[in-house]
């Protein structure tokens, strides 16, 4: 079925460094969304992207949509260690009505 | 408060043994659906439901079944359980699926021996 592409996997920082995930698609999408799930939690919503070369922010979080509507990122600027967690986007499907997830990208603060 | 509620948060049951997990939500959504999170797979969609009485296969349907006779409530029912259905289990309810965020449950643990 529909994949949402995420990588990397994992991305170990140190404290005040920076994190980039990625999302590819083979598709045009709709919009996309990105949670964040720390560990032992559940996931929760940060942020909807709608419109072509869509830029957003949330303090020290950018998040972009390509401008073919095929890939999106987000960015953490000089990460602290509140920021540990699973960040996972995700697309819908209007076909189907379905949101199809990445595998998620693990930050994780070097000690 | 807004809440999706999930019951129990942990399980360990036998193999072949029905349960079910209960789902809550105090939104009046009407798009619920359940997902498992396995390592390094992010989250698949078991079921979904667009209303009361309208549920529909997601990605991983196999060895589950569900119902939505009410709005507020999706419980994920597993008939025959098995191993390969130990995971961690989420419930999420949105006002308008994939344009409106999706709202999860604190997650069901269970263990299949």
């Known amino acids: 079925g529909q994949q949402v592409m995420q990588i990397p996997q994992y991305q170990h920082v140190q404290e005040g460094e920076d994190f980039t995930t990625y999302c590819n698609s083979s598709?045009?999408?709709?919009?996309i969304q990105w949670y964040k799930q720390r560990p032992g939690g559940h996931p929760v919503f940060l942020i909807q992207?709608?419109?072509s070369g869509e830029v957003k922010k949330q303090k020290r979080l950018t998040f972009q949509f390509g401008e073919a509507k095929k890939n999106s990122s987000l960015h953490i600027t000089a990460t602290q260690t509140t920021d540990v967690g699973t960040y996972f986007c995700?697309?819908?499907?209007?076909?189907?009505?379905?949101?199809?997830w990445g595998a998620g990208t693990k930050l994780i603060i070097k000690p | 408060e807004a809440q999706v509620t999930q019951n129990p948060r942990y399980l360990i049951t036998v193999t072949g043994k029905k349960l079910t997990v209960t789902c809550s939500q105090n939104?009046?959504?009407?798009?619920m659906s359940w997902y498992r999170q396995d390592p390094g797979l992010g989250l698949r969609q078991i079921y979904y439901?667009?209303?009361?009485?309208?549920?529909d296969k997601g990605d991983v349907p196999e060895g589950y079944k569900v119902s939505r006779k009410e709005k507020r409530n999706f419980p994920l029912i597993l008939e025959s359980p098995s191993p390969n259905q130990t995971s961690l289990y989420f419930c999420?309810?949105?006002?308008?699926?994939?344009?409106?965020?999706?709202?999860f449950g604190q997650g069901t643990r269970l263990t299949v021996v």
């Open positions: 939104m009046n959504h009407e798009y």
């Open positions: 995700a697309e819908f499907m209007d076909s189907n009505y379905q949101l199809i």
């Open positions: 999420a309810s949105s006002l308008s699926p994939g344009y409106t965020e999706a709202f």
């Open positions: 439901s667009m209303n009361v009485e309208v549920t």
């Open positions: 992207l709608v419109k």
């Open positions: 598709t045009t999408l709709s919009n």
